[in-house]
Nanobody, 116 residues
């Protein structure tokens, strides 16, 4: 059974940094991408960043230049380095793995709160 576990969330002051980690267990075939979404209270879930199986990355305009996504295939992990955090980055962050054969697998989410 596949399981994704996020870690690294927490409370940080504006301008601070956090690194989120997501590690999956179990077998996932045909991975085409891994990434992060977030959902703030009262808002729809939105894509934050994605990294493809060949290493291409893309980020939402709201986080470009501040967030960096990376992956470690040997560790079945994807990371999100978040810098210059703003209060509007406050949300629950969800990692996902996209399989060409089985669709998307999701983690349970980790809370990120940016506040002074």
């Amino acid at each position: 059974q596949v399981q994704l576990v996020e870690s690294g969330g927490g409370l940080v002051q504006p301008g601070g940094s956090l690194t989120l980690s997501c590690v999956y267990s179990g077998r996932i075939f045909g991975i085409v991408a891994m990434g992060w979404h977030r959902q703030a209270p009262g808002k729809q879930r939105e894509l934050v960043a994605v990294i493809t199986s060949v290493g291409s990355t893309d980020e939402a305009d709201s986080v470009k230049g501040r967030f960096v996504i990376s992956r470690d295939n040997a560790k079945n992990a994807v990371y999100l380095q978040m810098n210059s955090l703003k209060p509007e980055d406050t949300a629950v962050y969800y990692c996902y793995v996209r399989s060409i054969t089985r669709g998307d697998y999701w983690g349970q989410g980790t809370q990120v709160t940016v506040s002074s």
